[in-house]
């Protein structure tokens, strides 16, 4: 891997903090997926772990005796 991973703009992304157009870059560092803007502090990890993504339910179920 190079030592600075090429980042790439995202055409018409919306920063999320300052709410610019075409500041957002997107890059891939260390097996995780990276975006930031060029125009305020915005930095976010797009690294996302099973259990923050698990939104299954478990509703317990009975059996009717027969």
Request: hydrophobic share 35%; with cysteine.
């Amino acid at each position: 891997m190079s030592e600075h991973p090429l980042k790439k703009f995202i055409a018409g992304a919306i920063c999320p903090n300052c709410h610019k157009t075409d500041g957002v870059r997107m890059w891939k560092e260390d097996h995780i997926f990276w975006q930031d803007c060029v125009y305020c502090t915005f930095k976010k990890s797009l690294y996302e772990t099973p259990e923050a993504n698990n939104k299954t339910r478990f509703i317990p179920v009975k059996f009717r005796e027969i």
